[in-house]
């Protein structure tokens, strides 16, 4: 977990680093997660005109002016604080926000002259599902003007009227057509298009008393356009290489955003996850209205073809979720606001941001990724393949010594009634195997090829093919070398007395069991890799454990005799157990040479079970 925390990973719970490495797709957010967040408006259109620079002034009608400031400053969630001793402005808010007020006050906007001259009536929140949000204010004139900010296609389809050059009202109608084709050039160049309108109202058509203030539905129609500007969000760095690595790797990505559909095609395609345009088509990418409107059974057809939802609301991301995994996806989801919570909690492992997330989100994530970057998301992938891999090593490395020794027990037992290996050796087999053996596998650091082969299934087994084949080839060898040492070691050694040669058998049975397990850890690491040290210097721990291990018997055998029952042993002998154990190498090797299905061992045993019984009931 500490090594993840260097990764900016943070593991709140456990059992999600190995889901992770089982992943088969991400739903990720756009803003903050593939772009940097850091907002900055670069396009302007007030009326017909488009200013170039984007905060030009100048030719701007003073009225329309006016009006822009006004709906910006009052209409917002952000701040604008001036230091008195002359220093920096710094500017609060959403990414969004900000870059919204730092236009206006490029554009001259008094931030704190505006608010102290008009009263704020109501306030309609920003609303995810209808990508808007408005305010009713009261001017100095007791004129009320209301507000409204929010998606630039939504909010142009509520108005009626646009501002001209000249700060007079014109008809739209007309000129939809012109305003839709320059938000969709500016979402072309994956820009987020926002539209700024307002509208006049009556003070007496507002509730005077509170409680009805607080029911009434702010106008949200025959309204008057005054500007809309696009704010680029540039892809983060290292993002489109990310996902190209998720692609090789087998997981899909997939970009759910709130962004129009033009807006999220562009990103997609800056940052890879779109391949081409011709890519960008339904049901590749959607609309989350569209995805919404769908039946169950057809959103679970559509949902694995999609590969960007744009205009999305959190609904939208449960639902997408909810139809991936029916269909045997392993989901993990991107997340950061109160309204991501439900999605996190349905996925099978959900990453909430650091830095841009709610504590609700992160509350209901498994993992936290502190830098909000996507790249930090492909690690965890990594690691948690790391994970799912050493604890495959570990269990095939166990399997191995516990059939192995249970085998040459068990066959001794039977045919003359004496164990070769007795309690203390086994118990001290368990200790330096289970415990080291556990440390020292499980250690192995995350690899580039881990992300070269497909994730694992949901219905997967963890003990594949690979690895039964690697535990019998080993447990065969290690069983038939020390039962023809049991049964025919006497013969072989030849000592003083039939005493000491018994003694010196067990002794030697012992000893070679443990050096082939300690030489076969080295195979443990790589089940299907053909060069089992590759890499094996950059794990010191493994490296240490190992010599720990080594010593650790050496000092049993040679001066813990009567603890473990066992005597010293010459320098033939000791050579001879280590050669034995040496030789799990090139055997390794050649296990590896036998080809396994693919076809998971318990599926075959199952599939000839019941054809054997059909056979019979025939």
């Given at each position: 977990m500490r090594k993840m925390m260097a990764d900016k990973a943070l593991v709140r719970r456990l059992s999600a680093c190995e889901t992770m490495g089982s992943a088969t797709t991400i739903c990720s957010d756009k803003t903050g997660t593939l772009t940097l967040n850091q907002m900055t408006v670069v396009e302007t259109y007030v009326g017909r005109k488009k200013l170039d620079p984007p905060d030009d002034s100048s030719k701007l009608h003073p009225e329309v002016l006016s009006l822009i400031n006004e709906g910006i400053a009052q209409n917002t969630t952000g701040n604008i604080f001036v230091p008195k001793d002359g220093g920096e402005t710094e500017v609060s808010g959403s990414p969004t926000e900000k870059a919204i007020l730092s236009w206006a006050m490029k554009l001259g906007m008094n931030f704190e002259l505006i608010r102290s001259s008009s009263k704020v009536l109501h306030v309609f929140p920003f609303n995810s599902e209808k990508k808007r949000g408005g305010v009713a204010v009261k001017r100095a004139d007791s004129g009320v003007h209301i507000h409204w900010k929010g998606a630039a296609e939504i909010v142009l389809g509520t108005c009626t009227q646009y501002i001209d050059?000249?700060?007079?009202?014109?008809?739209?109608?007309?000129?939809?057509?012109?305003?839709?084709?320059?938000?969709?050039?500016?979402?072309?160049?994956?820009?987020?298009?926002?539209?700024?309108?307002?509208?006049?109202?009556?003070?007496?058509?507002?509730?005077?008393?509170?409680?009805?203030?607080?029911?009434?539905?702010?106008?949200?129609?025959?309204?008057?356009?005054?500007?809309?500007?696009?704010?680029?969000?540039?892809?983060?760095?290292?993002?489109?290489?990310?996902?190209?690595?998720?692609?090789?790797?087998?997981?899909?990505?997939?970009?759910?955003?709130?962004?129009?559909?033009?807006?999220?095609?562009?990103?997609?395609?800056?940052?890879?996850?779109?391949?081409?345009?011709?890519?960008?088509?339904?049901?590749?990418?959607?609309?989350?209205?569209?995805?919404?409107?769908?039946?169950?059974?057809?959103?679970?057809?559509?949902?694995?073809?999609?590969?960007?939802?744009?205009?999305?609301?959190?609904?939208?991301?449960?639902?997408?979720?909810?139809?991936?995994?029916?269909?045997?996806?392993?989901?993990?989801?991107?997340?950061?606001?109160?309204?991501?919570?439900?999605?996190?909690?349905?996925?099978?492992?959900?990453?909430?941001?650091?830095?841009?997330?709610?504590?609700?989100?992160?509350?209901?994530?498994?993992?936290?990724?502190?830098?909000?970057?996507?790249?930090?998301?492909?690690?965890?992938?990594?690691?948690?393949?790391?994970?799912?891999?050493?604890?495959?090593?570990?269990?095939?490395?166990?399997?191995?010594?516990?059939?192995?020794?249970?085998?040459?027990?068990?066959?001794?037992?039977?045919?003359?009634?004496?164990?070769?290996?007795?309690?203390?050796?086994?118990?001290?087999?368990?200790?330096?195997?289970?415990?080291?053996?556990?440390?020292?596998?499980?250690?192995?650091?995350?690899?580039?090829?881990?992300?070269?082969?497909?994730?694992?299934?949901?219905?997967?087994?963890?003990?594949?093919?690979?690895?039964?084949?690697?535990?019998?080839?080993?447990?065969?060898?290690?069983?038939?070398?020390?039962?023809?040492?049991?049964?025919?070691?006497?013969?072989?050694?030849?000592?003083?007395?039939?005493?000491?040669?018994?003694?010196?058998?067990?002794?030697?049975?012992?000893?070679?069991?443990?050096?082939?397990?300690?030489?076969?850890?080295?195979?443990?690491?790589?089940?299907?890799?053909m060069n089992v040290f590759k890499g094996v210097t950059k794990n010191r721990l493994f490296v240490g454990i190992v010599g720990v291990t080594f010593i650790l018997q050496i000092l049993i055998i040679e001066f813990l005799g009567k603890f473990a029952t066992t005597v010293r042993l010459n320098s033939k002998q000791w050579l001879a157990c280590v050669c034995i154990g040496l030789f799990s190498w090139p055997l390794a090797i050649i296990g590896k040479l036998i080809p396994v299905s693919k076809t998971p061992l318990s599926r075959t045993v199952v599939k000839a079970f019941r054809r054997l019984k059909k056979t019979r009931t025939e």
């Open positions: 050059s000249n700060g007079h009202p014109q008809s739209i109608e007309e000129e939809k057509a012109f305003f839709k084709k320059a938000i969709d050039d500016m979402a072309t160049q994956s820009l987020r298009c926002v539209a700024i309108a307002y509208r006049s109202y009556e003070f007496d058509k507002i509730p005077s008393k509170e409680e009805d203030l607080d029911q009434w539905t702010l106008p949200e129609h025959e309204l008057v356009l005054l500007a809309i500007v696009g704010i680029k969000d540039p892809c983060r760095p290292g993002v489109k290489d990310a996902v190209r690595l998720c692609t090789e790797a087998g997981v899909k990505v997939r970009m759910v955003t709130g962004d129009n559909l033009q807006t999220a095609k562009a990103i997609a395609l800056e940052c890879g996850i779109l391949v081409s345009l011709e890519d960008a088509v339904e049901p590749n990418i959607i609309e989350g209205k569209t995805f919404r409107q769908l039946s169950e059974m057809e959103r679970e057809q559509v949902a694995k073809k999609i590969t960007v939802m744009g205009r999305s609301s959190p609904n939208d991301k449960l639902l997408l979720v909810q139809a991936l995994r029916k269909e045997g996806e392993v989901v993990a989801v991107t997340g950061d606001g109160t309204n991501d919570a439900p999605a996190l909690h349905e996925a099978d492992i959900g990453l909430s941001m650091g830095i841009q997330g709610t504590e609700v989100a992160k509350e209901s994530s498994d993992i936290i990724i502190l830098d909000d970057n996507f790249a930090s998301v492909v690690k965890v992938v990594r690691w948690g393949r790391s994970v799912y891999a050493n604890i495959q090593k570990f269990i095939q490395f166990q399997l191995t010594v516990n059939v192995a020794a249970l085998c040459i027990n068990v066959v001794a037992a039977v045919s003359s009634g004496e164990v070769p290996l007795n309690a203390v050796q086994l118990l001290w087999v368990n200790l330096i195997m289970d415990t080291l053996g556990a440390l020292a596998l499980a250690t192995e650091p995350p690899t580039d090829s881990l992300m070269n082969r497909s994730p694992v299934g949901r219905r997967e087994p963890l003990i594949t093919n690979v690895m039964w084949r690697n535990l019998f080839v080993q447990a065969f060898y290690q069983v038939i070398v020390l039962l023809v040492l049991n049964f025919g070691g006497e013969s072989i050694l030849r000592q003083d007395t039939r005493t000491h040669t018994l003694e010196v058998k067990n002794t030697i049975i012992f000893n070679t069991f443990v050096m082939c397990q300690i030489f076969n850890e080295f195979n443990a690491r790589k089940p299907e890799g």
